[in-house]
């Protein structure tokens, strides 16, 4: 067994277990949708499609977030070299959190989204009816005092101890989240206004400031598991998120395109659209640059594959599937089809699911006393990888297929063009095809669950001392840096 550094850390593994709690759900509600678009009548009138649809995309916000902040209580105390401010605030702030989330979705399934928001204030302050954005008002204030609270935690720990590069991007990432935020509460009734706002957190979101948190947690793995010089991952990450927050932020152009705003938007939104891919394909290049370049073997291999995943995942979801269809010639066409939600669900996946899990893969053996978990388990766990994103990549391209043919009936002809409806009833191959990926999504989940419970000898101190894992390649004798 071996112990903690800073027992702060241990709050982490509260925020893990209801991480992937909620992930489950997410997956299960996001079967209903696939089934719905199928069956019509599925579920239906108790779970009707835009309930399961909020609960479905709500449930990704939320698990993430909880992800993210339980990779901060876990990483923080390591690169600031001390306890965390309040480990009491944290556990608070948990529970407040997750009750919050857990009463908004029965509200979401038990109540009429209209009936709803009367009973929730809103129009004392409208703040809901935007996707993603769904949240009564008391959620949206608590979110906002949960992550206030957390901030605080989080600042003053790092405000106290030693100031790293990872710590800080990640704060900046943190921060920079919860700010974006607060364009949640602003709700014009101009449409354009209301859109561009909407955009404002939604993409700088996504394709901003989470990309902070995203290249920090990465950065922080490779240091754990390769044994690099943490001066040569730092050069790195300040280049990577550099080129992120100058594409990423005019890049948020691409939605400005037909909404009323200015024409040049589809000039600027087109050119920096197409350098989004370059700091996804820098992080791809700098993940397997470490792993080549690594100075340690260490015993958590699952760990390094999920971060390895997390790169390349990451490049051909949000770079690659991002790409190809923000130029505005483009996006004329396929604005809104389903090749928009082939590349939301592989960016979403390669960039920010599996960074969550590749920090609960590393963290979480050592939470429970070990190095890594057995050989049996690790291997189960590098098997949910394959089969999460193969399951994945069939969704993701039956949704392209299914865009593609979208845009061909019923966006491209200029005469005789095919109704929306209509065109659904051409794409339901596609739409089984779907569904045969997310099952064996969420065969590949449950796989990865089941590994917490296989037995097997962990990993020791003694058993990585032994093998070497501990030591730098070619100097036995000299002890790796950071570990």
Avoid: C
């Avoid at 600042?155 to 607060?182: E, P, Q, Y």
């Avoid at 550099?242 to 948020?252: D, H, Q, S």
């Amino acid at each position: 067994m071996i112990t903690l550094k800073y027992k702060s850390q241990a709050v982490a593994k509260y925020y893990f277990i209801a991480a992937l709690a909620l992930f489950t759900g997410q997956i299960l509600f996001g079967l209903g949708l696939g089934l719905q678009y199928l069956v019509g009548d599925f579920l239906f009138p108790y779970i009707p499609f835009n309930q399961a649809r909020m609960v479905h995309t709500n449930l990704l916000i939320v698990w993430l977030l909880f992800g993210f902040m339980g990779a901060a209580y876990y990483m923080v105390p390591e690169e600031s070299e001390t306890e965390l401010h309040s480990p009491k605030l944290a556990l608070a702030l948990f529970w407040i959190f997750l009750v919050a989330g857990a009463l908004t979705i029965v509200g979401y399934l038990a109540v009429p989204y209209a009936k709803l928001a009367e009973l929730t204030g809103n129009d004392l302050l409208q703040t809901m009816g935007r996707e993603f954005l769904e949240q009564p008002l008391p959620t949206k204030l608590g979110i906002v005092v949960v992550a206030l609270g957390f901030l605080y935690n989080i600042s003053m720990t790092v405000l106290k101890g030693r100031k790293t590069a990872i710590s800080l991007v990640l704060l900046m990432g943190l921060w920079g989240l919860a700010l974006m935020f607060l364009f949640s509460f602003v709700n014009p009734h101009n449409l354009v206004r209301d859109k561009m706002y909407w955009w404002f957190v939604v993409h700088l979101w996504v394709e901003g400031v989470w990309e902070l948190i995203l290249g920090s947690l990465l950065a922080y793995v490779l240091i754990k598991t390769t044994g690099v010089d943490r001066e040569v991952i730092d050069k790195w990450l300040y280049v990577i998120i550099a080129f992120a927050l100058m594409t990423g932020i005019l890049g948020t152009g691409h939605h400005f395109y037909f909404i009323g705003l200015p024409g040049y938007w589809t000039w600027i939104g087109s050119i920096f659209s197409a350098l989004e891919p370059i700091p996804f394909f820098m992080m791809t290049v700098f993940a397997f640059n470490m792993v080549q370049r690594r100075r340690r073997e260490h015993p958590n291999q699952a760990a390094v594959l999920w971060a390895v995943g997390t790169s390349v995942m990451g490049f051909l979801g949000a770079g690659l599937w991002g790409f190809i269809h923000t130029l505005s010639p483009v996006n004329y066409y396929t604005h809104g089809t389903q090749v928009t939600a082939a590349h939301g669900h592989l960016a979403f996946y390669g960039a920010y699911v599996l960074v969550v899990i590749t920090l609960i893969s590393y963290a979480m053996p050592i939470l429970r006393g070990r190095i890594a978990n057995s050989q049996r388990a690790q291997n189960v766990e590098m098997w949910s990888f394959w089969i999460m994103t193969i399951g994945m990549g069939v969704m993701v391209l039956a949704l392209t297929g299914a865009g593609i043919l979208q845009v061909w009936l019923q966006r491209m002809p200029t005469e005789g063009a095919m109704g929306f409806m209509a065109t659904q009833d051409q794409l339901r191959f596609f739409y089984w095809v779907r569904l045969a990926g997310g099952v064996g999504f969420l065969l590949g989940l449950l796989t990865y669950l089941s590994s917490f419970f296989i037995g097997g000898e962990p990993v020791t101190q003694a058993d990585a001392d032994a093998r070497g894992g501990g030591m730098l390649r070619g100097q036995p004798a000299q002890r790796v840096r950071d570990l």
